[in-house]
């Protein structure tokens, strides 16, 4: 009974969040209200506000589901993996869920909307928090993972902070690339100039 409970639970969440995805993108932020998106969804305001404190919360909870789904990946990934191997298929995996196949380009007005979206300056600092938060747990998944204390050693949190700037840093290419080009490759192309110790393109042909 308990998992049946939680699976609608986690059913209605997504409900609102894509309810609240949905309609920011053909309002505009500034035109939904927290009741519109309940409505949406299905359920009543009180509903909504028993899974989320504002629509800010409710469109940056999917990088929270995200982050969470980094963090999982990346402990079942196989024990004798490279690590930076092990992270970037972790991070594919919980992008892929969202963005899907590698090969998917987005459509061109979507990406329009959604550079509008996180231009909000009040979704920027929910996103904000929430990317603090995803950064620790990923710390501690890589710490498990190198045998180091997310507690007491700089490691793990270097390793976080690296991978979720990265991550920005490609997304926000993503966003502006013209014409539109598929998330994942540029996931992997970031990561692994990582991997490499950002080597000097100069150098290496590379860019």
């Given at each position: 009974?308990s998992?049946?409970?939680e699976?609608?639970?986690?059913?209605?969440r997504?409900?609102?969040?894509?309810?609240?995805?949905?309609l920011t993108?053909?309002?505009?932020?500034?035109?939904?209200?927290?009741?519109?998106?309940?409505?949406?969804?299905?359920?009543s305001?009180r509903?909504?506000?028993?899974?989320?404190?504002?629509?800010?919360?409710?469109?940056?909870?999917?990088?929270?589901?995200?982050?969470?789904?980094?963090a999982?990946?990346?402990?079942?990934?196989?024990?004798?993996e490279?690590?930076?191997q092990?992270?970037?298929?972790?991070?594919v995996?919980?992008?892929?869920?969202?963005?899907?196949?590698?090969?998917r380009?987005p459509?061109?007005?979507?990406?329009?909307?959604?550079?509008?979206?996180?231009?909000?300056?009040g979704l920027?600092?929910?996103?904000?928090?929430?990317a603090?938060?995803?950064q620790?747990?990923?710390?501690?998944?890589?710490?498990?993972?190198?045998?180091?204390?997310a507690?007491?050693?700089l490691?793990?949190?270097?390793?976080?902070?690296t991978?979720?700037t990265?991550v920005?840093?490609?997304?926000?290419?993503?966003?502006?690339?013209?014409?539109p080009?598929p998330?994942?490759?540029?996931?992997?192309?970031?990561?692994?100039?990582l991997?490499?110790?950002?080597?000097?393109?100069?150098?290496?042909?590379?860019t």
């Amino acid at each position: 009974m308990s998992g049946l409970r939680e699976r609608k639970k986690q059913a209605t969440r997504e409900a609102l969040m894509s309810a609240a995805l949905r309609l920011t993108l053909e309002r505009g932020l500034a035109n939904v209200r927290n009741e519109d998106i309940a409505a949406e969804a299905g359920v009543s305001p009180r509903t909504f506000s028993n899974y989320f404190s504002s629509k800010y919360e409710a469109l940056a909870a999917r990088h929270t589901d995200r982050a969470a789904h980094q963090a999982a990946a990346l402990r079942a990934r196989p024990p004798g993996e490279p690590l930076w191997q092990a992270l970037t298929e972790a991070t594919v995996q919980a992008w892929e869920l969202h963005t899907g196949p590698e090969a998917r380009a987005p459509e061109q007005d979507r990406l329009a909307a959604t550079r509008l979206l996180v231009d909000e300056p009040g979704l920027q600092a929910e996103a904000l928090k929430l990317a603090q938060s995803s950064q620790r747990e990923l710390a501690v998944a890589v710490a498990e993972r190198t045998g180091t204390d997310a507690g007491r050693d700089l490691y793990p949190h270097l390793v976080a902070g690296t991978v979720t700037t990265a991550v920005q840093v490609a997304v926000g290419h993503w966003l502006y690339a013209d014409p539109p080009i598929p998330l994942v490759p540029l996931l992997r192309d970031a990561l692994r100039r990582l991997a490499a110790g950002l080597p000097d393109p100069s150098t290496q042909g590379d860019t």
